[in-house]
């Protein structure tokens, strides 16, 4: 059965903790580990025991996050959050949330970005250009999520910075699905062989918009050295990119990641932003979110450096509860 990345990290640290890995046995994604003095912790996926729990829930609510990020003065691209038809009965309000999202539409001006107030992974997080698209594809997003939140759409690269004890563990560039042409292969023999075929939804709107925008469809061919993105947002879980940035990060930008996560209440902590460059200083930048356990597999899938570095990571995690732990007991 293939291994959760976590799990696998674990299996290989455990024996330096002198520690044992206990796991589920169905599917092999969570489970405890238990120190030799008898401290035990519990892991599911990349979430762990070590911060608050209050805080982890908050950081999950992107109108919460945004909003206390904003009182603290940290750069946040403007939004607003509306209920959908389930939550509309609750609301002293004449007009739907969807309607009022589209009110708030034309007052910001296109594009805006839709997503889940609640979402991960990029689901559901659409570009949308016009009236018609909030018609249509905001329709589906209303439709699917309680509490829908609408934001500027803000240019610059997206960085992950991941912070955990007050320092940067590591920075990386996260570039959303790209594909270079060979002159021979078509879209879908490109797709299948970053093994991107089942990862992805091949049906997914936001694709199928992208490839008739560029009049292509999975059967073209795409022109040798011609590059297209897929995508509109830069997820790594949706078949995009990460380039390393840990070594060229500027102090400004280790600051605002350590600042941010210790506001935000939190021990561990992967801060997304959004800047012209993250080598950069004193520049605009935008907070999009902060995700309380941040999963590392991509950023240790770039090398043996990278791996070290997030199993380096999980020991000191592990160590922090298992220091609290006995302290408490
Ligand atoms: N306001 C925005 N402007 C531009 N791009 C955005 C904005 N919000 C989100 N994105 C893009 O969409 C991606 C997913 O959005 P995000 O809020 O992080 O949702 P999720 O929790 O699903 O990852 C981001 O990584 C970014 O690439
Ligand atoms: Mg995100």
Request: net charge neutral; aromatic share 10%; proline share 2%.
């Amino acid at each position: 059965m293939k291994l959760n990345f976590v799990t696998q990290i674990l299996e290989s640290i455990v024996h330096e903790l002198d520690a044992k890995l206990v796991l589920e046995p169905h599917f092999r994604f969570g489970g405890y580990i238990e120190f030799n003095n008898g401290v035990r912790t519990y892991y599911v996926e990349s979430a762990f025991d070590i911060n608050g729990m209050g805080a982890a829930r908050l950081a999950r609510d992107k109108g919460y996050t945004n909003h206390f990020l904003q009182s603290f003065g940290f750069s946040i691209p403007e939004y607003q959050t509306f209920p959908n038809h389930v939550l509309d009965k609750y609301i002293t309000s004449e007009k739907s949330g969807f309607d009022r999202g589209r009110e708030y539409c034309v007052r910001l001006g296109f594009p805006i970005i839709i997503k889940p107030n609640d979402g991960t992974k990029g689901s559901d997080v659409y570009k949308l250009n016009s009236i018609e698209e909030y018609n249509h594809i905001g329709k589906l997003v209303f439709d699917k999520n309680r509490v829908v939140m609408l934001q500027r759409f803000v240019t610059g690269n997206d960085y992950r910075i991941v912070v955990f004890n007050n320092k940067v563990v590591c920075a990386y560039q996260r570039i959303g699905l790209q594909l270079v042409g060979d002159g021979e292969s078509t879209i879908w023999q490109l797709l299948n062989a970053k093994k991107l075929i089942e990862k992805l939804n091949l049906e997914d709107p936001r694709i199928t918009t992208k490839l008739e925008s560029y009049n292509l469809t999975m059967d073209s061919i795409l022109e040798k050295d011609i590059s297209i993105r897929l995508l509109d947002v830069n997820n790594l879980s949706l078949g995009g990119t990460a380039i390393d940035k840990s070594q060229v990060i500027s102090k400004y930008f280790r600051d605002i990641a350590i600042q941010a996560t210790h506001q935000m209440g939190l021990d561990f902590c992967g801060v997304d932003i959004m800047t012209q460059a993250i080598e950069e200083s004193d520049c605009d930048y935008n907070i999009i979110e902060i995700n309380s356990s941040p999963g590392q597999g991509n950023f240790a899938r770039l090398g043996k450096e990278q791996e070290q570095i997030v199993k380096d990571l999980y020991k000191e995690i592990l160590l922090t509860i298992k220091e609290r732990k006995s302290y408490s007991r």
